[in-house]
């Protein structure tokens, strides 16, 4: 019987599994109905699919409220500010994308303010924690992720503002590059660490698609992010080659699909129902790219029936194949509003599959 990190393994490069992982997270309130039902029913909650890696420690990190002197107007009591002092307010408890964004560089208008700013910096080398966090995982039997989403447009957009950075992009070349490479370089240092702490994956990630459409052009990717991707992965690489590369992107984003294939991705997450065709996707790219998610979380999980959610795992699984290449799981968080009985669906129908 394979281990789970083995049947993992098998899963994501096509080369056969014995089982599938359940794979999700949840938001609070979600989670809290969950634990309830859990508690009352006596259920079995099997290990997720993943063991998560800690990442890197910052080397001086900042006061709790140090980047306050960059907004010259008041934020909400409870505000928590990245690594990078991106400001985010609090908003419903129940879920976690209800919050408030506020951009520390927004009103930025030089290259010289960008280049003065207080950006974080990162140890290079294996930490004790991620050292020992890889060998507890491999022991027991478990596939080791290092997760490092907003990898570099998100967390480049985050600082700056959305318009601003793609503003910077249009008009104003060394000021997109100038931060785009001070966060590249930070995420290749933490990503290399992974991969020397032993991670079996990494996951990479940045927004770059729409409900219906892609973010930027074709083009405007190809020369901001694409070649900085490419530099994480390779980064990667060159101290573990056999390393997975997960890449998350909600949204529509066929059209970056072989840019990815470029960069080294084996697996693309959550391929969206709600935004991509799976039939073609799979037909045209299930040779050479993995796929994860594809239970959308804006249609199936909230408003489809237990019986739906079963039937989809099942016929998704079966059209996949024996080899595997798919990691069924929900697009994204469950909300608030998916009723506890389809997560525990989701979760019965992956234990009782068999390839």
Not at 8 to 29: A, I, K, N, S
Not at 120 to 147: I, K, Y
Not at 231 to 247: C, E, G, H, S
Not at 313 to 341: F, M, N, S
């Amino acid at each position: 019987m394979m281990t789970d990190r083995e049947n993992m393994l098998g899963l994501l490069r096509r080369e056969g599994y014995e089982r599938m992982p359940v794979y999700f997270t949840m938001t609070p309130d979600l989670a809290r109905r969950f634990g309830e039902y859990v508690d009352k029913t006596g259920c079995t909650v099997p290990e997720q699919g993943f063991f998560e890696l800690p990442d890197t420690p910052q080397k001086y990190p900042k006061p709790r409220d140090f980047f306050r002197q960059f907004f010259d107007y008041e934020l909400a009591e409870g505000t928590g500010f990245s690594a990078y002092g991106a400001a985010s307010e609090p908003g419903s408890a129940a879920c976690m994308h209800m919050r408030r964004k506020h951009y520390p560089m927004k009103n930025f208008t030089t290259l010289e303010e960008l280049e003065r700013y207080p950006y974080p910096e990162f140890e290079r080398g294996v930490t004790d924690m991620q050292r020992e966090a890889v060998a507890f995982a491999h022991e027991n039997g478990q596939f080791a992720m290092g997760s490092l989403c907003c990898s570099i447009w998100e967390t480049a957009w985050y600082t700056r503002g959305m318009e601003e950075l793609m503003m910077d992009m249009l008009a104003d070349e060394p000021m997109a590059d100038y931060l785009l490479d001070r966060v590249t370089e930070n995420t290749a240092i933490r990503a290399e660490n992974l991969a020397r702490a032993g991670a079996d994956g990494l996951y990479f990630g940045d927004d770059i698609g729409m409900q219906s459409r892609i973010l930027m052009s074709e083009d405007m990717y190809i020369r901001f992010l694409k070649p900085r991707l490419k530099k994480l992965i390779d980064t990667a690489r060159n101290v573990n080659p056999d390393i997975l590369i997960m890449y998350h992107s909600c949204g529509y984003i066929e059209p970056f699909i072989p840019h990815l294939l470029d960069c080294g991705v084996d697996i693309l997450n959550p391929v969206q129902p709600e935004s991509m065709d799976f039939d073609k996707l799979h037909a045209q790219y299930g040779n050479k790219l993995s796929f994860c998610g594809l239970l959308g979380t804006q249609t199936l999980m909230p408003f489809g029936t237990p019986e739906e959610i079963r039937a989809e795992v099942r016929t998704r699984l079966d059209q996949a194949g024996k080899q595997g290449g798919l990691l069924i799981c929900p697009t994204h968080i469950l909300e608030p509003e998916v009723p506890v009985e389809n997560v525990i669906a989701y979760m019965d129908a992956c234990l009782e599959y068999r390839p």
